[in-house]
């Protein structure tokens, strides 16, 4: 490996960290990508609840207009990608390709990576990162499965 | 009061652009890389790239040690986040066979594909058709995820 992969590595490992702890120490939230994600697409209907059992809006309940936070997170993954895709060329980055496995491989490999993650409650960032960070028991049973079945999947199709 | 929720938004957007920004550093955007890491057994000829490795200890370096020198000890003393009422943590604490089953899912489609979601989004971008199919996929596995789960549970209420 050399020094400037190395480099970047743990570069952008930090920034990961930061920007999750971030997300934590100032809105108490966990950037795990999976939930974000199921939660700004597909949106718990908890008012419903909160009617029926006649429950007060709580503390912030009655100031969510407009999209969710979720989708404010998201936004800014994509705003990266998008400035990436600018200024690659000219700063001599690398282009990622997604055509090495065929395309009824990549369905059938999102289908699983979403299934998976729903299950399984979290993904790289939510059990791998913030879950591991705080010494969740379970995102460090759930780390050590992904990871082991990824390895042993990824040996025996590549 | 609205100021909160725009500043949560706020806080949400930068942390969505670091992350990114650490993703595509990283190396973890590129679904080659990843896959060069999961195939362990290119330890053997010397080409295995141990990259995801550093890129976890730099993320859980930073996330462990601000953990518990600032969240821990504000949750103990019943503190708040800066911008909201109270931390969002997970409430389950015990181990159960559906997060090993999902787990286990997850790790064979991402050992198939070498794409987590994350990446998966930050790449959204290069409008790549490839991607698009898996980003499809991914998001219609998060949907029947959420319709098993909510089954579950009112199976649960109802029983």
Redesign the interface.
């Known amino acids: 490996?050399e020094l400037s992969?190395?480099a970047?590595?743990?570069?952008?490992?930090?920034?990961?960290?930061?920007?999750?702890?971030?997300?934590?120490?100032?809105?108490?939230?966990?950037?795990g990508?999976?939930g974000i994600?199921?939660s700004a697409?597909?949106p718990d209907k908890k008012w419903t609840d909160k009617q029926f059992t006649g429950e007060k809006s709580?503390?912030?309940a009655d100031?969510?207009?407009?999209?969710a936070?979720?989708w404010?997170?998201?936004?800014?993954?994509?705003?990266?990608?998008?400035i990436?895709?600018l200024v690659y060329e000219q700063l001599g980055l690398?282009v990622?390709?997604?055509?090495?496995?065929s395309?009824p491989?990549?369905?059938?490999?999102?289908?699983?990576?979403?299934?998976?993650?729903?299950?399984?409650?979290g993904?790289?960032?939510g059990?791998?990162?913030?879950g591991?960070?705080?010494?969740?028991?379970?995102s460090i049973?759930?780390?050590c499965?992904?990871?082991?079945?990824?390895?042993?999947?990824?040996?025996?199709?590549? | 009061?609205?100021t909160?929720?725009m500043?949560?938004?706020?806080?949400?957007?930068?942390?969505?652009?670091?992350?990114?920004?650490?993703?595509?550093?990283?190396?973890?955007?590129?679904?080659?890389k990843v896959?060069g890491f999961?195939?362990?057994?290119r330890i053997s000829n010397g080409t295995w790239?141990?990259?995801?490795m550093?890129?976890?200890?730099?993320?859980?370096?930073?996330?462990?040690s601000?953990?518990y020198l600032?969240?821990?000890p504000n949750i103990r003393a019943g503190l708040?986040?800066?911008?909201?009422?109270?931390?969002?943590?997970?409430e389950?604490?015990?181990?159960d066979s559906?997060?090993?089953?999902?787990?286990?899912?997850?790790?064979?489609?991402?050992?198939?594909?070498?794409?987590?979601?994350?990446p998966?989004?930050?790449?959204?971008?290069?409008l790549?058709i490839?991607?698009g199919?898996?980003?499809?996929?991914?998001?219609?596995?998060?949907?029947?995820?959420?319709q098993?789960?909510s089954a579950q549970l009112n199976m649960v209420k109802a029983s």
């Open positions: 490996m992969s190395f970047a590595a743990l570069g952008g490992g930090v920034l990961i960290g930061l920007s999750a702890i971030l997300l934590m120490i100032f809105n108490g939230r966990i950037a990508i999976s994600l199921s697409i597909f709580s503390d912030n100031d969510e207009s407009g999209p936070w979720q404010f997170f998201i936004a800014g993954l994509v705003l990266t990608g998008v990436y895709t690398p990622f390709e997604f055509d090495t496995v395309q491989m990549l369905l059938i490999g999102g289908l699983l990576v979403g299934l998976g993650c729903s299950l399984g409650r993904c790289t960032s059990h791998g990162i913030c591991i960070g705080r010494l969740s028991l379970r049973v759930a780390t499965v992904f990871i082991a079945v990824a390895a042993g999947t990824a040996v025996f199709i590549h | 009061m609205k909160s929720s500043k949560r938004k706020i806080t949400a957007l930068l942390s969505g652009v670091l992350f990114g920004a650490g993703l595509l550093l990283s190396g973890l955007a590129d679904p080659a896959i999961l195939d362990v057994s790239d141990p990259s995801l550093v890129v976890m200890t730099g993320a859980l370096a930073v996330y462990m601000l953990f600032v969240v821990k708040a986040p800066v911008f909201d009422a109270k931390y969002h943590l997970p389950k604490k015990t181990l559906q997060l090993v089953l999902g787990a286990a899912l997850f790790g064979l489609g991402w050992g198939v594909v070498g794409i987590c979601p994350g998966a989004i930050v790449n959204i971008a290069t790549d490839n991607l199919l898996f980003v499809l996929a991914m998001l219609f596995g998060l949907y029947i995820g959420k098993l789960k």
